[in-house]
């Protein structure tokens, strides 16, 4: 791989990737978090719940180091993020935001080849193989066969599913999902779920993903982190954090849990 720069990674494969440590968050006179102290693995799965404006994208923007926190520190492989350049920190963390912009005319397949930027020299294009690992990611949302196509042309579901490749193609060992299901119809968000499952499975990357839906978070992830809007968060297990109760008193609304084929699901009441 063409890197001018020394790998961000240690060498221990099964060291914290992300640690957060007397972490506060917040904007104003509001605070989102005070004090958070979590450590995530290579292979975990941590979903971040809460009600609207509880602060979950803006404590997402500080975990990928494009915010600063209040206090606290995020540690990445073992380092703040001051350690690393911003090429070392992209092969390290991925970051899919809520929305895509696309201000100029491009095609698919060049957006798709953005992911492979924090893996170029500064000097050199893309090779053959940042071509066919940009083609695999295509083709892993759906998207093969469309390569040509102007990105200003896609559905909403498909610019999602674009940004996805993009992000697949980047390969980070982290990846920050900021509400992955957004746009999606019900067969491309478990479709787009699992990818993130098997990426954690099979290439141990951890990934933490804001979601609004509880069920997606228990079929999805491992960990679960509920934030209440007023500094106040619990953080522990699926089995743990999404129970009937917690939940209902996270959403301010009655739920109901229920099971069917091995999966949880919630039902407002
Ligand atoms: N630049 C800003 N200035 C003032 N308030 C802000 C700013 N950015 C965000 N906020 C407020 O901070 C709160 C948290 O915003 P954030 O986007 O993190 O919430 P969220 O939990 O991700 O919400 P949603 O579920 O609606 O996406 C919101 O009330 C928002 O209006």
């Known amino acids: 791989m063409k890197t001018m720069e020394s790998s961000p990674l240690s060498g221990d494969k099964h060291a914290p990737i992300l640690q957060l440590r007397r972490l506060s968050v917040g904007i104003g006179e509001r605070r ?27 404590l997402l923007s500080v975990l990928t180091g494009l915010r600063a926190p209040l206090t ?9 993020y001051a350690a690393f350049s911003a090429r070392q920190a992209a092969q390290l ?5 809520q929305a895509q912009r696309d201000a100029f005319a491009s095609t698919v397949l060049e957006t798709a080849l953005i992911g492979r930027h924090p893996h170029l020299d500064r000097w050199n294009w893309e090779t053959e193989d940042d071509v066919r690992i940009a083609r695999t990611a295509l083709t892993a949302v759906g998207l093969d066969g469309m390569e040509r196509r102007d990105v200003q042309t896609l559905s909403g579901g498909e610019r999602q599913r ?14 920050f999902l900021d509400e992955p299901s957004t746009y999606l ?6 479709a ?9 499975r099979e290439r141990q990357a951890a990934v933490v993903m804001v979601l609004h839906e509880p069920a997606l978070a228990a079929r999805f992830c491992d960990r679960a982190l509920l934030m209440y809007g007023d500094g ?8 743990e954090m999404l129970t ?3 939940l209902s008193a996270l959403f301010e609304y009655p739920l109901a849990r229920t099971e069917c084929g091995g999966y949880a699901g919630f039902i407002a009441q």
Do not use: M, Y
Not at 72 to 80: K, S
Not at 93 to 97: A, F, K, V
Not at 162 to 175: I, M
Not at 232 to 239: E, H, K, L, N, P
């Open 32 to 58: 989102f978090c005070r004090d958070l102290d979590l450590t995530l693995r290579p292979g975990e799965r941590l979903a971040i719940l809460g009600r609207n404006g509880t602060g979950k994208s803006t």
């Open 72 to 80: 606290g520190e995020v540690h990445l492989a073992g380092r703040p």
């Open 93 to 97: 963390r991925g970051w899919l935001p």
């Open 162 to 175: 674009l940004a996805v490749a993009t992000l697949l193609a980047q390969s980070p060992r982290l990846f």
């Open 185 to 190: 119809d019900l067969k491309h968000q478990i």
């Open 192 to 200: 787009v779920l699992e990818i993130f499952a098997r990426e954690a």
């Open 232 to 239: 106040c968060v619990d953080t522990g297990s699926i089995a």
């Open 244 to 246: 009937a109760e917690r």
